[in-house]
């Protein structure tokens, strides 16, 4: 059985996640989506939260598997034995990261290959960051999270916009 690992920080998941996590699904017969730690970034939802929307999200796909996980993605992929990493690519913008990255990880577990995606056209510009923008500016989200998870997107805004008062 192939197993594969999307890693990311799915703060908050996007279309665009979806779209990837559901095309690895087609490749591989298992795909656990991993929701990772990343302390270099500052995180709007905890990582309990991101977990939730992305189980909500993914509720239809069987052979899909949503965790968490605190330490190094290396060390996650051999401990699932899990022989690809599947990760999307945007733009050239996300190539020299993600080349590094690939490199990195190549290193600390040889057993597992990094396997790039193309985004989908229709989501090539969309990054977590720019939802949380567009969110805490009061804009329509809907076009680019999915929608079960509108509402605790929307809630959060609320919450960080009163603490500020
Ligand atoms: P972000 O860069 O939006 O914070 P993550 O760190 O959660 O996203 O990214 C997880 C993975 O999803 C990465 O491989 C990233 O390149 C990919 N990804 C993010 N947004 C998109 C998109 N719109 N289309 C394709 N892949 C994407």
Redesign the pocket.
Known sequence: MKTAV??????PV?L??I??IRRAAAIFDHVIVVVMN?TS?TAMFTQEERVDFLKRATAGMTNVEIDSYGGLLADYTQMKNASVIV????ALS?FEY?FQMALTNRKLNPQAETAF?T??TD???????LVKQVAMLGGDIRDFVPACIVDDILRKVRQINSNKI
């Open positions: 999307c890693p990311g920080s799915f703060d996007t665009g996640h779209d990837i990343n970034k990760k999307g690519l945007r996300d993600e995606l985004t989908s989501y090539m510009y969309l990054s977590s960051s």
